[in-house]
């Protein structure tokens, strides 16, 4: 069965400097990744995922993370935090070749603030 | 619907009373999911739906947790005689087939029992 690890459950980051978030799955067979963000007192929203090709997604708000299958991770990055990007991040994994009959699994989170 | 609708937005409870959590997904979106998050936990898989049919209950905390799908449509939730450790957000999503594809969230029904 699929699992995901997030390490940090709270990341604190300096207004402009580099974020950088942990996710690390298990899964049977090739995953598919997933980034979604909530805001405070919001539902969750997509902001990127990986599914085939390119390793490297890019997705939105300046967000992107990369696939490496040899270290089953898929790490959130963006270059400069902005004070917009404090919220709840969370990694989540589906598994890829079985039938569409399957759960996404989500990681326990990761909450980020910025400080200016 | 332009997106995932959850109701009612907050239930207040006696414990031991029953409840009934509502979810109206994005119309044609044939995969629907419940989860449930606690108060600065992550999000907890429910039930799963693939139309009507329900192929993944592993998740329902206990026998209290039943929830039903009609017309590959809404779904409801429900809690039966509720506990104090039922109280939390319960998150509705739907998406389209295949498990590849984005999941759209609800705001969630906050629940609290007292």
């Known amino acids: 069965a699929q699992s995901v690890t997030q390490l940090g459950s709270h990341v604190s980051v300096s207004e402009g400097a580099l974020v950088l978030l942990r996710c690390n799955y298990s899964?049977?067979?090739?995953?598919?990744l997933f980034w979604y963000v909530q805001y405070p007192n919001q539902g969750l929203q997509l902001l990127l995922k990986y599914t085939t090709g390119a390793t490297l997604v890019k997705g939105i708000n300046g967000f992107e993370a990369e696939f490496k299958k040899s270290e089953t991770s898929f790490h959130l990055t963006k270059p400069s935090a902005h004070m917009s990007d404090a919220a709840e991040y969370f990694c989540?994994?589906?598994?890829?070749?079985?039938?569409?009959?399957?759960?996404?699994?989500f990681g326990p989170g990761t909450s980020l603030s910025v400080i200016p | 619907g332009a997106g995932v609708s959850q109701s009612p937005s907050n239930k207040v409870t006696e414990k031991g009373k029953d409840v009934e959590l509502r979810c109206d997904p994005i119309?044609?979106?044939?995969?629907l999911y419940w989860y449930r998050q606690s108060l600065g936990q992550g999000l907890e898989f429910l039930i799963y739906f693939q139309g009507n049919s329900a192929p993944d209950k592993s998740g329902l905390p206990s026998d209290r947790f039943s929830a039903e799908r009609t017309g590959g449509s809404v779904s409801t939730l429900t809690i039966q005689r509720t506990q104090q450790e039922d109280s939390a957000v319960y998150l509705c999503a739907s998406s389209l087939a295949s498990n590849s594809h984005e999941a759209f969230f609800g705001q969630g029904t906050r629940l609290t029992v007292v």
């Open positions: 899964s049977s067979v090739p995953p598919y």
């Open positions: 989540a994994v589906s598994e890829k070749g079985k039938t569409s009959y399957d759960k996404v699994i």
């Open positions: 119309s044609g979106h044939t995969a």
